[in-house]
């Protein structure tokens, strides 16, 4: 069992940054990989950005890539989330999930190989 905890949304103007952290407890494995997603109202779940714990392995969406970072600090069990010159469609609840088996490239961006889902963290982005 894993549990995650996000936390770090708010609300920010547009070109603004936010940080999102995901708190995990449970069992964490260094080869597993750990995912944002976000879900704007009434849009369905998306893939933002995956990383493997040990942090080797990284991939992102084309709508973030050069904007949003994402990394781990394993030995505090936490996954990271920088958000910078955010834009009003990056508005959305933002979910961390923990993938069910290690990092690979062609399964990480489909919400159904995520076996563990934090409460998420609302982000808002005012133009």
């Known amino acids: 069992q894993v549990q995650l905890v996000e936390s770090g949304g708010g609300l920010v103007q547009a070109g603004g940054s936010l940080r999102l952290s995901c708190a995990a407890s449970?069992?964490?494995?260094?080869?597993?990989?750990m995912g944002w997603f976000q879900q704007a109202p009434g849009k369905e779940r998306e893939f933002v950005a995956a990383i493997s714990w040990s942090g080797i392995s990284t991939f992102y969406a084309d709508s973030v890539k050069g904007r949003f970072t994402i990394s781990s600090d394993n030995a505090k069990k936490t996954v990271y989330l920088q958000m910078n010159t955010l834009k009003p469609e990056d508005t959305a609840v933002y979910y961390c999930?923990?993938?069910?088996?290690?990092?690979?490239?062609?399964?990480?961006?489909?919400?159904?190989?995520?076996?563990?889902w934090g409460q998420g963290t609302q982000v808002t982005v005012s133009s």
């Open positions: 999930a923990s993938h069910k088996g290690p990092f690979v490239y062609g399964a990480i961006r489909s919400p159904s190989n995520y076996a563990y």
């Open positions: 449970g069992r964490t494995y260094s080869n597993y990989a």
